[in-house]
């Protein structure tokens, strides 16, 4: 539940910065984490409590590394949206966050399922 927002702080940190300087980028990066924390609570949780669901009835094992990463993706989709339609007052003006959000849970749904059966 808290490397989503973690991460999506970062590569928003990164893709979203085009001015300034390494140290400004830096200085800001840790109140945007807890910005990110703050708006990404209830989305992160829903998140978790799915993913927790699709593990419970071994639906990992059943359908593989693939599956699970895009089912991932496609919640960290909806969390974005989630995000975005907060942020934006009930309108959708910039997907950057669908985007971030996709990323995120193709990233940690592959971590997941992965990482576990390397070490």
């Known amino acids: 539940m808290l490397a989503p927002p973690f991460l999506g702080a970062f590569i928003f940190t990164i893709t979203g910065n085009e001015s300034g300087t390494l140290a400004e980028t830096v200085a800001g990066f840790f109140p945007f984490v807890l910005v990110a924390y ?3 609570v209830v989305p992160s949780l ?5 993913m927790e669901l ?3 009835l071994g639906l990992h094992a059943r359908w ?6 895009v089912f991932s993706a496609f919640l960290g989709c909806g969390a ?3 995000i975005e339609y907060v942020l934006d007052f009930q309108k959708i003006s910039c997907p950057l966050f669908l985007w971030i ?3 995120v849970g193709l990233l940690i749904g ?6 576990p059966q390397v070490f």
């Open 80 to 82: 974005g949206l989630l």
């Open 110 to 115: 592959f971590y997941v399922t992965a990482v």
């Open 54 to 56: 699709w593990f419970w």
């Open 64 to 69: 593989g590394l693939p599956c699970t990463a």
């Open 38 to 40: 703050f708006f990404s």
């Open 101 to 103: 959000g996709s990323l």
């Open 46 to 50: 829903l998140y978790m409590l799915a």
